[in-house]
């Protein structure tokens, strides 16, 4: 059974898509989507040893060698265009790293589906998107435990975002689901916080005191109207 966090990604795969799981670790994304019949093949791509075998291990053990490729590569290279990969699956990493592993593999893009889970800088993912010919169709955000996960989704496409919509999301933005209110009225907490404790130390004036400020008004703005 997948976690919450694994479970959106894959109720966003387009079903009947050939699916690469790009940085899959155990693979269990792919074994689940396979076992249910909602995708015919997948692609596993790993760029450290250990995490492949555990891939390849699930693989096994759910009888699934034939419908599934494990490869050992950096990012987008452990796909080859014969593949007919549909959807590319990049979760669990942080933006920085997404951006990096989309901007170095160019070679097949674009792909019908990308699902993107970036566990921070998500902005920079969505920049990145539409910079590239891509548009963001779908995102979500999931609770777990203590911590708050966006999914995006996009596909081929022209898409114009302002930079509220490429901060906060623009299908979160539009949909406010209350995990993504909850979200940001934590974290304009923890800057009120923080702003109080700098201006109280008499930091009032500070460069770092206006970023922060910056930062809190704009999620003020943005989230709650005000
Ligand atoms: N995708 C799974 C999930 O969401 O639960 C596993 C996430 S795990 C935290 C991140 C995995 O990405 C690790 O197994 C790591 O080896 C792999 N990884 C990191 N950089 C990568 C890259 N450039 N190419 C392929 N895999 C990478």
Redo the contacts with the bound molecule.
């Keep these: 059974k997948l976690?919450p966090?694994?479970a959106a990604?894959a109720d966003l795969v387009t079903p009947g898509h050939k699916l690469a799981?790009?940085?899959?670790?155990?693979a269990?994304?792919p074994a689940v989507l396979l076992m249910e019949g909602r995708i015919p093949a997948a692609l596993v791509?790993?760029?450290?040893q250990?995490?492949l075998d555990?891939a390849r291990h699930t693989v096994g053990t759910a009888g699934l060698n034939e419908k599934v490729t494990c490869r050992l590569?950096?990012?987008l290279?452990?796909i080859e265009p014969t593949d007919g990969i549909q959807t590319v699956?990049?979760?669990?990493?942080g933006g920085l790293?997404i951006e990096?592993?989309l901007a170095?593999g160019t070679s097949d893009q674009p792909f019908d589906q990308l699902i993107l889970?970036p566990n921070t800088d998500q902005e920079a993912v969505r920049r990145w998107l539409v910079a590239n010919g891509y548009a963001i169709t779908t995102e979500k955000i999931v609770a777990e435990g203590h911590h708050r996960y966006e999914i995006i989704v996009a596909q081929p496409g022209i898409q114009d975002l302002t930079p509220t919509q490429l901060a906060f999301g623009p299908v979160l933005l539009a949909e406010r689901d209350p995990v993504f209110v909850t979200k940001w009225e934590l974290e304009k907490g923890r800057l009120e916080t923080l702003l109080d404790r700098l201006k109280s130390n008499g930091q009032g004036e500070t460069d770092k005191y206006q970023n922060l400020a910056k930062e809190y008004q704009k999620i003020k703005e943005a989230v709650f109207h005000d």
């Design positions: 976690s966090r694994l990604v799981d790009i940085g899959s670790d155990h269990y994304l791509g790993e760029v450290s250990g995490p555990n590569a950096d990012g290279a452990a699956v990049i979760a669990g990493m790293l990096k592993i170095a889970q």
